[in-house]
């Protein structure tokens, strides 16, 4: 299994980002694929999810309404799009395939390899 992140950058606040993931040697559609972040000397922490079909989607309180999951099964890819980017945005951001929806990040079984978002002030 490979899930390849990228889209990550450097913005100023209030920008906008789009992530990618694409995935390959799972089964896609039966996965859900989640998004998590992890800054300098933090946990990583969960920041979004989509379900199979993408018909639910789940976000962490502080990027509800700024950041957008969804999926292109079609293309085994999953997106974040995200937008009102702030400094405490910052972090390294990856995504994560599980069977079922889950917002511990040890509870996913497949990750990537991460991409850098830098958001300055």
Request: aromatic share 14%; net charge positive; hydrophobic share 35%.
């Amino acid at each position: 299994v490979q899930l390849q992140a990228s889209g990550g950058g450097s913005v100023q606040a209030g920008g906008s980002l789009r992530l990618s993931c694409a995935a390959s040697g799972l089964r896609f559609s039966r996965y859900v694929m989640g998004w998590f972040r992890q800054a300098p000397g933090k946990e990583r922490e969960f920041v979004a999810a989509i379900t199979y079909v993408g018909a639910s989607t789940y976000y962490e309180d502080s990027v509800k309404g700024r950041f957008t999951i969804s999926r292109d099964n079609a293309k085994n890819t999953v997106y974040l799009q995200m937008n009102s980017l702030k400094p405490e945005d910052t972090a390294v951001y990856y995504c994560a395939a599980q069977i079922n929806y889950e917002v511990a990040p040890r509870r996913y079984g497949y990750w990537g390899q991460g991409t850098q978002v830098t958001v300055s002030s």
